[in-house]
């Protein structure tokens, strides 16, 4: 005779589905960003006459993968491409690649970058419950505070140190940055915000 499942028992859940589904969705979605702040970074730069470090959209992609995919998915993110890039792919700014980037003045920035990822994340994670209306606000806010308090403070040590800058001098070329950094942080803002809109569940579930 078969065994008859007893009546009162319950299926357990496919819960290693479920998880299997969910880590497969995190690293299509840490891969496709990684992708994204690359093609910022190797899109064509401006230099700035007498400037050592470029002006790009790295921050951009940076800001947009925090905001959108919460701190730890926004951080992995940030190191994959990272991680590419050291290994020698030319994905850095300039269409350049491999520890060479380990010796030249924008390093503070690169190391920045996923330390900003995971601040704006977080903090665009404390503000996911507000009013709808004012994402675009929180989006803006929580990426300028990553650029203020991480981006930049490291990216002009690390600068001054590397040129032989004073505090004074390192601080007011790093100063050349902030107008694009507003009008990227502001861009992110508006994309995440329309992100949200087209996929709630990126902001109700945040990682």
């Given at each position: ?25 995190d ?44 701190p ?9 491409y ?5 290994a ?15 010796g030249?003045p ?6 920045a ?44 040590s ?49 990682r």
């Amino acid at each position: 005779m078969s065994a008859v499942p007893d009546e009162g028992t319950t299926p357990e859940p496919a819960r290693p589905v479920l998880a299997a589904r969910s880590a497969t969705a995190d690293l299509a979605l840490v891969s496709t960003f990684a992708a994204f702040i690359a093609v910022c970074a190797i899109l064509p730069a401006i230099v700035l006459p007498g400037m050592a470090v470029p002006i790009t959209l790295q921050t951009f992609g940076v800001m947009l993968a925090g905001l959108v995919l919460g701190p730890r998915r926004g951080t992995l993110a940030v190191l994959l491409y990272l991680a590419v890039g050291l290994a020698g792919l030319p994905i850095f700014a300039g269409g350049t690649g491999g520890l060479a980037v380990l010796g030249k003045p924008s390093l503070g920035y690169l190391l920045a970058f996923p330390l900003a990822a995971a601040l704006a994340g977080y903090v665009m994670t404390r503000l996911s419950s507000v009013r709808r209306s004012l994402l675009p606000l929180g989006a803006f806010a929580a990426a300028t505070l990553a650029s203020l308090l991480l981006i930049h403070p490291l990216g002009i040590s690390v600068m001054g140190a590397r040129l032989g800058l004073s505090p004074a001098e390192a601080i007011t070329a790093g100063a050349t940055f902030l107008p694009g950094d507003v009008i990227k942080n502001a861009l992110a803002a508006v994309v995440a915000t329309a992100v949200f809109r087209a996929f709630p569940d990126l902001l109700r579930a945040r990682r």
